[in-house]
């Protein structure tokens, strides 16, 4: 599976951004697809993911009630939107796809086997 994200930019705090994955390679509504972020001298951590129906979601607590992850599998395409953003929100955003689960949503990214290449969002304080 390929993977390209998109959608990053400078937004000042409380400003939204709204992030795309587009894939490749594979049925796109087979699998989970996620997304993580990574500051800088941060490890990579879990941010959001979305099982192939778009039926079972699973957010991060630093991120619940403001970032919305949906898909749409006739564009292969997974959305995050990232409202009421903080500068703590600043990284590198990641999309990855899970090809062995389609329907248990992961959180781990050693279970994800394909990686989009980031996109970088920077809020200003």
């Known amino acids: 599976v390929q993977l390209q994200a998109s959608g990053g930019g400078l937004v000042q705090a409380g400003g939204s951004l709204r992030l795309s994955c587009v894939t490749s390679?594979?049925?796109?509504?087979?699998?989970?697809v996620g997304w993580f972020r990574q500051a800088p001298g941060k490890e990579r951590e879990f941010v959001a993911a979305?099982?192939?129906?778009?039926?079972?979601?699973y957010y991060a607590n630093s991120v619940t009630g403001r970032f919305t992850i949906s898909r749409d599998n006739a564009k292969n395409t997974v959305y995050l939107q990232m409202n009421s953003l903080k500068s703590e929100d600043t990284a590198v955003y990641y999309c990855?796809?899970?090809?062995?689960?389609?329907?248990?949503?992961?959180?781990?990214?050693?279970?994800?086997?394909?990686w989009g290449q980031g996109t970088l969002v920077t809020v200003s304080s």
């Open positions: 990855a796809a899970d090809v062995k689960h389609a329907v248990v949503v992961t959180t781990t990214p050693s279970d994800f086997d394909s």
């Open positions: 390679g594979r049925t796109f509504s087979t699998y989970v």
């Open positions: 979305i099982n192939w129906s778009g039926g079972s979601t």
